[in-house]
């Protein structure tokens, strides 16, 4: 059974860091590309950011390139997203999934079940 949760959010002032991780388990996860995706409050879903399943390319929206980072560790199944310099605009439900999801629209069956955001003063 496939299976991805999200932690490591929360609230935070403008400026601040957090680390998300997504825990993999029920795949081979060291065979699939992992993209996180977010969806901010009344809005629509935004992909954030990807990487391959090497973890040697790695993608980014022009709205968190330079602040936010993608890794991974194959060897723990484990998804990272390292965000710096959050933004008000960065609050968000943050989302694990499994492929390359450029475009998302619905959340699907590979999702985690989100992680709030909330950057506020």
């Known amino acids: 059974q496939v299976q991805l949760v999200e932690s490591g959010g929360g609230l935070v002032q403008p400026g601040g860091s957090l680390r998300l991780s997504c825990a993999a388990s029920?795949?081979?996860?060291?065979?699939?590309?992992m993209t996180w995706v977010r969806q901010a409050p009344g809005k629509g879903l935004e992909w954030v950011s990807d990487?391959?399943?090497?973890?040697?390319?790695?993608y980014y929206a022009d709205s968190v390139k330079g602040r936010f980072t993608i890794s991974r560790d194959n060897a723990k199944n484990t998804l990272l997203l390292q965000m710096n310099s959050l933004k008000p605009e960065d609050t968000a439900v943050y989302y694990c999934?499994?492929?390359?999801?450029?475009?998302?629209?619905?959340?699907?069956?590979?999702w985690g079940q989100g992680i709030e955001v909330t950057v506020s003063s």
């Open positions: 999934a499994i492929g390359k999801i450029r475009f998302p629209t619905t959340r699907g069956d590979s």
């Open positions: 029920g795949f081979t996860f060291s065979s699939y590309p």
């Open positions: 990487i391959n399943s090497g973890g040697n390319s790695k």
